[in-house]
């Protein structure tokens, strides 16, 4: 579900009525309440009285919060991986991002935002830090709709294949200046790209 939510399948204030989704996958409900509990821990979702369970609509604010700290966590997950990283870990994200050339060639977001994923969760795997991944993997999950959205607009993909260059390269050199000043940029290109989308 929380795909449909990133591809506004389902809308912001939508209820998800577990009944349902049972009946739409063929399942029994305890499955379903299992998963609306996982959006429900990740924000995607929430419940409200007397409505049940609905799409969470996010405000310019919340996104703002919700992106400065996943920000934070990835400098601080790049200056540990400088610390750690070797030339086979390199050889991976050198691979990651052949992978995502070809998704920007092809214009296919959902396979370039599963790389992105993956660029990103091999640079915390470098660092190193099991509670440092766990947090950014939760936030990550909460930040998944406004990744889908804002990979969609303009020459994003191609902007996004940049910034992982360059923190590919500044981790290659141990670069820490070179590497936030990348993170840095994703953000701030990010951020504008969602403030169009959510001026409220």
Request: proline share 2%.
């Given at each position: 579900?929380?795909?449909?939510?990133?591809?506004?399948?389902?809308?912001?204030?939508?209820?998800?009525?577990?009944?349902?989704?049972?009946?739409?996958?063929?399942?029994?409900?305890?499955?379903?309440?299992?998963?609306?509990?996982?959006?429900?821990?990740?924000?995607?979702?929430?419940?409200?009285?007397?409505?049940?369970?609905?799409?969470?609509?996010?405000?310019?604010?919340?996104?703002?919060?919700?992106?400065?700290?996943?920000?934070?966590?990835?400098?601080?997950?790049?200056?540990?991986?400088?610390?750690?990283?070797?030339?086979e870990a390199i050889a991976?994200?050198?691979?990651?991002?052949?992978?995502?050339?070809?998704?920007?060639?092809?214009?296919?977001?959902?396979?370039?935002?599963?790389?992105?994923?993956?660029?990103?969760?091999?640079?915390?795997?470098?660092?190193?830090?099991?509670?440092?991944?766990?947090?950014?993997?939760?936030?990550?999950?909460?930040?998944?709709?406004?990744?889908?959205?804002s990979m969609a607009q303009?020459?994003?993909?191609?902007?996004?294949?940049?910034?992982?260059?360059?923190?590919?390269?500044?981790?290659?050199?141990?670069?820490?200046?070179?590497?936030?000043?990348?993170?840095?940029?994703?953000?701030?290109?990010?951020?504008?790209?969602?403030?169009?989308?959510?001026?409220?």
């Amino acid at each position: 579900m929380s795909n449909r939510i990133g591809k506004r399948i389902l809308n912001p204030g939508e209820r998800l009525v577990e009944s349902a989704i049972a009946e739409e996958f063929n399942t029994s409900h305890s499955p379903v309440r299992e998963a609306l509990l996982m959006l429900e821990r990740d924000r995607l979702v929430q419940r409200i009285p007397y409505q049940g369970v609905v799409v969470r609509r996010f405000s310019k604010s919340d996104i703002h919060e919700l992106y400065d700290v996943i920000y934070r966590l990835e400098e601080i997950a790049m200056e540990k991986a400088m610390v750690n990283v070797t030339a086979e870990a390199i050889a991976n994200l050198e691979n990651v991002i052949q992978a995502q050339e070809q998704a920007v060639e092809e214009k296919n977001i959902e396979v370039y935002y599963d790389l992105n994923e993956k660029f990103h969760s091999f640079i915390f795997l470098i660092a190193s830090n099991k509670v440092l991944s766990e947090m950014y993997s939760s936030l990550r999950r909460s930040a998944r709709p406004f990744r889908m959205i804002s990979m969609a607009q303009g020459d994003n993909l191609q902007s996004s294949l940049a910034e992982h260059k360059k923190q590919a390269k500044a981790l290659m050199e141990k670069d820490m200046t070179s590497g936030k000043r990348a993170i840095h940029e994703q953000e701030i290109r990010s951020i504008a790209s969602l403030d169009i989308l959510f001026p409220e």
